[in-house]
């Protein structure tokens, strides 16, 4: 039988046992004994949009980088792991699963709709904040579960843009070609519903699958219908080929790109035919009076310039941090609502805050003209 000195000590290990494994509550991470808190990277890191995933990872990890250099969150040092979703439903399912056993408590990311669309329920299910840097397509809204957060405008606000920027150009007739993805055929059927509500004309609709590298049915019924201009609004890779088929069949209407194909990219693949071809964009850091220690910063740590999307990645790496500090926990819930709560964050690309529905609560497109080799700001 234990006497009464070895029963209090049982009991006090037992205490301190107990305390060690249920103690922390839901205010700290997972695993915070070496101070640190792990956050998710979503982006395609291979496959045809790798070149634009791995800039908003770099600027993820630049945001990362700077937060930790004052002081982390929460007196906690943020560390990061990346999912490869491909800009392929598949693999980000995968991806996504992968994130959630590793227990990210949020992550930021989101290029390719189509990939993204599959792991909203997953992060919804198991309570994970998602801040969406890119993704657009308005089939998003509907299947978000709560969790997710827009901080790029909706393809409601880049068909507009499109619209506007035709009729200001005295376009009557279009013709429009998607490559059936979500993002594309999203943005492809917003632009089509909006141009006819404005008493105009579609006299070519087309989808083509991602990878295609023959343009010529297409250019075919470009030049017989003749429409004053052309949107295509898929990917960078297939837009350039489809630019320089146009043009080198004779088309001289006005082409535009949606901000899928906004990157340096498409227009160094498409070369000389780029020239005067516009494009819906997201807010560049070229031409972002916030961005340029950004871009300095970026270029001294990665062999490259940022793109499209590295602002927006930035923004929502930075915005995450805030709203854990806001929530002062590192609480899922809390985390999520303080997101809801943002009422005018500062980011590089201007001021964010959100609609009911989880979206940026204004439209940050605007208008780029391939100028020299290089996007210039329209608009």
Same mark, same amino acid.
């Given at each position: 039988?234990?006497?009464?000195?070895?029963?209090?000590?049982?009991?006090?290990?037992?205490?301190?046992?107990?305390?060690?494994?249920?103690?922390?509550?839901?205010?700290?991470?997972?695993?915070?004994?070496?101070?640190?808190?792990?956050?998710?990277?979503?982006?395609?890191?291979?496959?045809? =949009?790798?070149?634009? !995933?791995?800039?908003?990872?770099?600027?993820?990890?630049?945001?990362?980088?700077?937060?930790?250099?004052?002081?982390?969150?929460?007196?906690?040092?943020?560390?990061?792991?990346?999912?490869?979703?491909?800009?392929?439903?598949?693999?980000?399912?995968?991806?996504?699963?992968?994130?959630?056993?590793?227990?990210?408590?949020?992550?930021?990311?989101?290029?390719?709709?189509?990939?993204?669309?599959?792991?909203?329920?997953?992060?919804?299910?198991?309570?994970?904040?998602?801040?969406?840097?890119?993704?657009?397509?308005?089939?998003?809204?509907?299947?978000?579960?709560?969790?997710?957060?827009?901080?790029?405008?909706?393809?409601?606000?880049?068909?507009?843009?499109?619209?506007?920027?035709?009729?200001?150009?005295?376009?009557?007739?279009? !013709?429009?070609?998607?490559?059936?993805?979500?993002?594309?055929?999203?943005?492809?059927?917003?632009?089509?519903?909006?141009? =006819?509500?404005?008493?105009?004309?579609?006299?070519?609709?087309?989808?083509?699958?991602?990878?295609?590298?023959?343009?010529?049915?297409?250019?075919?019924?470009?030049?017989?219908?003749?429409?004053?201009?052309?949107?295509?609004? !898929?990917?960078?890779?297939?837009?350039?080929?489809?630019?320089?088929? /146009?043009?080198?069949?004779?088309?001289?209407?006005?082409?535009?790109?949606?901000?899928?194909?906004?990157?340096?990219? /498409?227009?160094?693949?498409?070369?000389?035919?780029?020239?005067?071809?516009?494009?819906?964009?997201?807010? /560049?850091?070229?031409?972002?009076?916030?961005?340029?220690?950004?871009?300095?910063?970026?270029?001294?740590?990665?062999?490259?310039?940022? !793109?499209?999307?590295?602002? /927006?990645?930035?923004?929502?790496?930075?915005?995450?941090?805030?709203?854990?500090?806001?929530?002062?926990?590192?609480?899922?819930?809390?985390?999520?609502?303080?997101?809801?709560?943002?009422?005018?964050?500062?980011?590089?690309?201007?001021?964010?805050?959100?609609?009911?529905?989880?979206?940026?609560?204004?439209?940050?497109?605007?208008?780029? =003209?391939?100028?020299?080799?290089?996007?210039?700001?329209?608009?």
């Amino acid at each position: 039988m234990l006497n009464s000195k070895k029963l209090f000590i049982l009991f006090l290990v037992t205490a301190m046992m107990a305390f060690g494994t249920f103690g922390c509550g839901d205010d700290g991470p997972a695993d915070d004994a070496d101070g640190e808190v792990l956050i998710g990277i979503m982006v395609p890191t291979t496959g045809s =949009e790798a070149a634009d !995933g791995i800039d908003m990872e770099n600027a993820a990890k630049l945001a990362v980088e700077e937060i930790n250099a004052r002081g982390g969150v929460l007196g906690h040092r943020i560390v990061t792991t990346t999912g490869d979703d491909g800009c392929d439903p598949s693999m980000a399912t995968a991806a996504a699963s992968q994130l959630v056993s590793e227990e990210v408590i949020a992550l930021v990311g989101g290029y390719c709709s189509g990939a993204t669309l599959p792991t909203l329920a997953i992060y919804g299910d198991a309570g994970i904040p998602f801040v969406v840097a890119a993704s657009n397509a308005t089939s998003l809204i509907d299947e978000n579960p709560g969790w997710a957060f827009m901080i790029n405008s909706t393809g409601l606000d880049q068909a507009a843009s499109a619209v506007d920027k035709f009729i200001a150009l005295g376009v009557e007739t279009i !013709g429009v070609i998607d490559s059936g993805d979500a993002y594309s055929a999203d943005l492809k059927a917003q632009t089509i519903l909006q141009w =006819e509500a404005a008493g105009y004309e579609v006299v070519a609709d087309d989808t083509v699958q991602r990878g295609e590298v023959d343009f010529s049915a297409f250019v075919t019924t470009i030049m017989a219908n003749q429409p004053d201009a052309i949107y295509w609004t !898929g990917y960078q890779a297939e837009g350039a080929l489809l630019i320089r088929q /146009l043009r080198e069949g004779g088309y001289e209407g006005v082409i535009m790109v949606g901000d899928g194909s906004s990157a340096q990219e /498409l227009i160094d693949l498409a070369g000389p035919a780029a020239e005067g071809v516009l494009c819906t964009g997201p807010p /560049l850091t070229d031409f972002l009076p916030a961005a340029q220690s950004f871009i300095e910063n970026y270029e001294a740590s990665f062999p490259r310039e940022p !793109g499209a999307y590295a602002a /927006l990645m930035y923004d929502a790496t930075m915005l995450l941090a805030d709203a854990i500090e806001r929530a002062g926990s590192f609480d899922s819930a809390e985390i999520r609502d303080a997101l809801e709560a943002t009422d005018g964050f500062e980011g590089l690309a201007g001021p964010i805050m959100f609609t009911e529905q989880n979206t940026l609560a204004r439209s940050n497109f605007v208008i780029l =003209e391939a100028r020299d080799g290089r996007w210039a700001l329209v608009e």
